[in-house]
């Protein structure tokens, strides 16, 4: 269903179409939030394809390595505040495989992580004429096979098996898999992985990475969907502050965890990407912890802090034995009397693409098509709407809603066409409080 902003009454798909200023237009909720995405290079996993993660999934059987394992880093930390990651692995990378004793193994994925596996062969204690065939990651068992011939053999969820040779098997009691290697990833994997994104419904997406280019690619197809497919969604960057734009976050430093390990501005992303998707829609981030962050990694003192912020940067400070967010703003720092400074501030930014993703659900799955365009099926979008709106404000979100006078529903230029206007007061976070101290 296509989406986006207009200017005219020109357009030719059906859809809905949604302007936001700041002076009064479209603003609302969330719906189910807590979906981030992040594409990597990693030494294990099915490459090209997007991987829809929970913290409870068995990592080891996907990715070859416990969640709490440091390759995995950028997925834990995407994890502490997402409930849903869309993993993407950027390289295909070189197969370990070992070929002997009547075997030839090949590792399921390429990756120097299969140079971690081995396959042996033994006798089986309960019947001599067959062999018990077990696949180990390093000294764990991952899989145990009893069989008469090498053809009996299937493959596992790390290995796959061919018979080598007549000669049938021979023991062994360790045949490691070698040659295993990561390989390169260029620009055209991470392209292949936004074609795929696209199509899914996510908040945010993560770059861990300092490639300009690549941030002026993912800076791209965020601006896209956002203004051409209506599709409200942020990347977070590292250093780019330069994006300008409500739908950029950057990141300009990291943090320190509580057991010492440091993690940069660039892999910091990846908890940003995380936690801004897994806000609720009256949340704001300013202030917020890192999750077992004892320290930001670098320091900014109060005149770079402005600096930083004045310019568009999302940055952590040491406060108290943590490191919080210091705002929970975006790159977006061209204000002007149609899209003000509000559009700026993340928590008000999820409002306003809340409005224009709901209404759009809404219509799409309950209007469009199905309901006459007279003044009926317009008092019922209408309806619809102000039920929206009460609940946003039930929540928190929003503040001073009148049903009579802030959202009217008219019909547009064509008979199948309806226009939406809405005026509402997204609520912001208290950042900052003024006081006055009488000595008396």
């Not at 290697?181 to 392209?191: L, R």
């Not at 962050?293 to 310019?311: G, I, K, P």
């Not at 039930?394 to 001073?400: E, F, S, T, Y």
Request: hydrophobic residues 40%; proline residues 2%; aromatic residues 8%.
């Amino acid at each position: 269903m296509a989406g986006g902003t207009w200017t005219t009454q020109n357009k030719v798909r059906p859809g809905v179409y949604v302007n936001v200023v700041s002076n009064g237009s479209a603003v609302g909720k969330m719906g189910e939030r807590g979906i981030t995405a992040l594409a990597l290079s990693l030494p294990w996993g099915k490459a090209g394809t997007i991987l829809k993660l929970t913290p409870q999934d068995d990592y080891k059987k996907l990715l070859g390595y416990d969640l709490t394992d440091t390759v995995l880093l950028p997925v834990r930390e995407a994890l502490k505040r997402a409930g849903t990651l869309l993993l993407y692995r950027l390289n295909e990378g070189v197969k370990a495989a070992v070929t002997n004793n009547g075997l030839q193994v090949t590792a399921k994925y390429g990756g120097e992580r299969g140079n971690n596996l081995s396959v042996t062969i033994e006798k089986n204690i309960d019947n001599d004429a067959l062999f018990d065939v077990s696949t180990l990651l390093g000294s764990t068992k991952l899989d145990k096979q009893t069989i008469a011939s090498a053809l009996e053999l299937t493959s596992n969820e790390y290995v796959e098996f061919k018979e080598n040779g007549s000669a049938g098997l021979t023991l062994t009691a360790g045949m490691p898999l070698t040659g295993g290697a990561n390989g390169t990833v260029t620009s055209a994997e991470h392209s292949e992985f936004l074609t795929l994104l696209e199509v899914q419904d996510f908040q945010t997406v993560g770059l861990l990475s300092q490639d300009n280019s690549l941030k002026a690619l993912y800076t791209s197809f965020v601006k896209r969907l956002r203004d051409t497919e209506g599709k409200k969604v942020q990347a977070v960057l590292s250093d780019y502050a330069m994006a300008d734009h409500e739908g950029i976050i950057s990141v300009a430093n990291g943090v320190v965890l509580s057991d010492g390990t440091t993690i940069d501005k660039t892999n910091a992303v990846a908890w940003v990407a995380g936690a801004t998707a897994g806000a609720a829609v009256n949340e704001s981030l300013t202030y917020q912890a890192y999750d077992d962050a004892v320290d930001a990694d670098v320091r900014f003192n109060h005149t770079e802090t402005v600096s930083a912020l004045t310019s568009g940067e999302m940055l952590f400070t040491y406060n108290g034995g943590r490191a919080v967010v210091e705002q929970d703003i975006n790159t977006f720092t061209g204000f002007s009397p149609d899209k003000g400074k509000v559009f700026s501030k993340n928590r008000v930014l999820r409002v306003l693409d809340g409005v224009s993703g709901d209404l759009k659900r809404i219509f799409e799955n309950y209007f469009i098509g199905k309901v006459a365009n007279n003044v009926d099926g317009r008092a019922l979008f209408w309806s619809q709407c102000v039920s929206y709106m009460n609940d946003l404000q039930n929540l928190g979100a929003i503040d001073n809603f009148n049903s009579q006078t802030d959202i009217v529903v008219t019909a547009g230029v064509d008979s199948d066409s309806v226009v939406l206007d809405i005026a509402v007061k997204p609520v912001d976070s208290v950042e900052k409080v003024y006081m006055k101290v009488k000595v008396v």
